[in-house]
Structure formats: C-alpha cells, structure tokens
C-alpha cells in the first residue's frame, strides 16, 4: 500500500489519471494499472514525468508544527522547593506574607506533616510563620523552631578548572614533590548512591569533615583535622533518607537529640558532640592548611577523589556558607583567628597525579611507561579496599561495625591511593608514611580509647 501522502511522480501521475478515467480508488490503481505502465513507451513516461513536475512547482508546502513537548508532572518534593524559594525571594524584596489577609495561593507546606525523629512530637500539622533572609521559622502548635535553607546555587568545579588549579598551584617538579597536597573528605547527611540514586534527593551537609594530607618527600601528615558537624534542623521528608543513609552508611546521629541506636547512644556517651559553631570550624580548617590571614590566592586546593569531590565539595562550601552567616550575626569575636573567611579552590587527586607524571616525564630523557591514565583509573578504583579492617577510621567507626563512610578513614585512604600510584616513579620509601601498611594508622592521640 503506498503511503498516505505520496511526494507526485509519473507514475503516481498515471495512476491518478486511469483512476479518473476507470473510476477505481486511487488505492487499488497503484497495484492495477502497474502492468499498464510496464508496457508505455518512454516517451509517455516521460511526459507524465514533466505532469509530476510541474505539480511539484505549483505545490505550497505547509511546514508542520513542532512535535508537543512532554511536559513532566511536578513531584510533591519540587512543589515544596518551588514554593519555599518563590516566597524566599518575596520576603528578600519587602513583600512578607500577612497572615491576617486572605492568600489566594495555597500557602507553602502548611497542612504538611513532620515525622522528624529529631523533634520529640507527635505527627502534627505546622505552617510557616515568618522569613527572615534564609531562615523559615517553623511554627507548631507546641514550639517554633527555625530551618535554615539554603537556596545558593552551588557550583561544582569542572574537569578543566581542575586541571588548570593543579597546574598553577604545582608548577614544576620540585613542587610536585615538595608542596603539601591536602586531601578533604566529608559524610554528607544524605547520600544517594548505588540503584538508590534515582530515588533519594542527596542532602550535602556535612556530618563529619576531615582534612589531611601528604607530599612526595615525608609521606602522609600525621596531624589531621576531624570535626562531627551539627546539620542543623533537616527539612520535613527527609528524615527517613535520613535514617536510611545513617543506617546503612555512617551510623553517626544528625541530631544532638538523636538516639535511634545503639551507635548513637555510644557517640554521645563517649563525649562526643555534633559541633554546630561553623565558623570556629572553619576557622580550624584555614589555620590547618597554613591561612596567614594576608593572600587567599595562595591557599592550596582542596583535593578528593573525583567521584566524591561534587558531595565534598558542597559539603565545604555549606560550612562555609553557614561561618559566614555566622559571623553576620555574632560579629568578629577575639577567640576566631580569620574573619575575611576566604572560600577553598577544589581540585581532584586523579588530576594531580596525572601532573606529577607529566612533571617526571618532562624532566626525565626518556619517558616512564606504564602510567597512563587507565593505570591510573586502575589504581584509583581499590578506594575502599584499605578501609575494609577500619584500621584508617576514627575512634567512633572503628568500634562501629558495618560502616561504609568515614571521612577520616576516606581521607587517609585518597593519600595512599596516590603515593601508590606514584611509588615507583618518584622512588617513594616503602615505609609508613608512604605505604599502608595494614595495622592502625598512628597514634590517634586525639582520640580516646575505651
């Protein structure tokens, strides 16, 4: 059968015609009269040929319309963020709701329910009260609390803005093997991960933060920093994302009220707390990477593996953010060392091996082989591997079992991933500093053992 819309042509154009002079449809001449055309001579044809023709030139094309796009419906979870946002941007313009008037639009996340494990409550209806900047006062019929929500657009440092800051930052081969490469890892509140990743709305806010670090001539630092960061108040539907991830991840609470488990319980017992003063954290942390106080532009980057740095990443730049809400409303205080509270470039640890092999091979007169990147994509997929006996983690997750993350542990492990990919290349010492060696990484003075 041809098509419905055939473009004309001689033969369409004899068929048209036999099927006006016979009176038989259109559909069954094109299968009739084919014998028909088979006996024409060619000089017929061509004349039905110069018909086709001339239909064609006389013929206005219409251009169809675009194809209707499909437009996904919006989830309970986007109306929500749209609603908050839309009125967090009202409030910053002067147009705050009056409760006492009539709102024709349907006021956002009231008649939602809570089931916050972090607030001793019954399920219980709340509506928002007031805004102020970034902070939405909750109010419930037994107490007000306030969500700090932050609608900053974050953005994650590109592969070639990487490259580019170790580049600077590491210049030639001597700093390579000299300069400190800092290696940052956090345990975010929420994290998607594995089949779930579709189905969870990842929370970067960090529950732990360590930083660490290594170079080419000493090895792995033995000091390192290692704070449990309070996330503050989560907002309402995601605390069950929230336990799941503690759950099957961490086991660290999200809440200084948290004592779902036995792990919990133990945190809390041993003396430990969840840290909710951001900028003296963050002050901690530009001190330990040698902040003077005087050139932000010469603080090295932060470096992780690159399949965590985007969670690392928004991790820091939330703390960050959060000093500097801090330091808004307190005011400079003596007992913090920085007030200017400069923001961190980030940088991949795949990047600055791949620099350190390009540094050696230009200063060698011929070129180590065997370190391209697959080798290097090799070595860096054994993350994980070192932390299966917990002997990297910190106090709280080596007593813990069945524990995925923890940011020291994640920390310690990116060092030693380097150095082994570049222990033969640069003749790293096979001791310590530069190897894991199995057992407990050092002293862990810090911490208390039971």
Known sequence: MPPKKQKPNNYSMFVEERCRQTGISRVAGFTRFAHEWKLLDEATKESYKEQAKLLKASTVVVPRPPPARKIARPTLLDRIFEN????????????????????????????????????????????????????????????????????????????????????????????????TVFSFSCVPVISAYGFKKSAILPTNIPLEITVTGFNLEEGIMEDYLHHYVDPGQLLPGSICDADETRNERHKLPYSPTDRSDEACVRFFESGRVLDNDYLAIYNLILEFVGYDG????????????KADLEVNEGCLKWLHRQALRQLKETGPQ????????????????????????????????????????????QSFSQFGFYRQLHNLNCWFHRKVTSVK???????????????????????????????????????????DED
């Open 334 to 377: 003596p007992s913090y060392q920085w007030t200017d509270l400069p923001a961190f470039n980030y940088a991949t640890l795949e990047d600055f091996a791949d620099v350190a092999v390009a540094r050696s091979n230009l200063n060698e007169q011929t070129p180590q082989l065997g370190y391209s990147q697959e080798a290097r994509k």
């Open 84 to 179: 908050v946002k839309r009125d967090h941007c009202t409030a910053e313009e002067g147009e705050c709701e009056d409760d006492s008037s009539e709102d024709p639009t349907p006021p956002n996340l009231r008649d939602l329910e809570t089931s916050s494990s972090s607030v001793p409550l019954p399920l219980k209806k709340f509506r928002v009260a007031e805004q102020d900047g970034d902070c939405i006062i909750m109010e419930m019929p037994d107490q007000v609390f306030p969500v700090h929500l932050d609608f900053s657009d974050v953005e994650v440092t590109t592969d070639r803005e990487s490259l580019e800051l170790i580049n600077s930052a590491y210049p030639n081969l001597a700093d390579i093997s000299e300069l």
């Open 294 to 305: 005087t050139n932000s532009q010469s603080l090295m980057p932060m470096c992780s593996r």
């Open 405 to 447: 993350h923890c940011s020291l542990g994640a920390a310690r492990e990116q060092c030693f991933i380097v150095m082994a990919f570049l222990q033969n290349l640069y003749n790293l010492p096979h001791d310590h500093h530069f190897v894991y060696m199995g057992g407990p990484h050092s002293e862990d003075s810090d911490e």
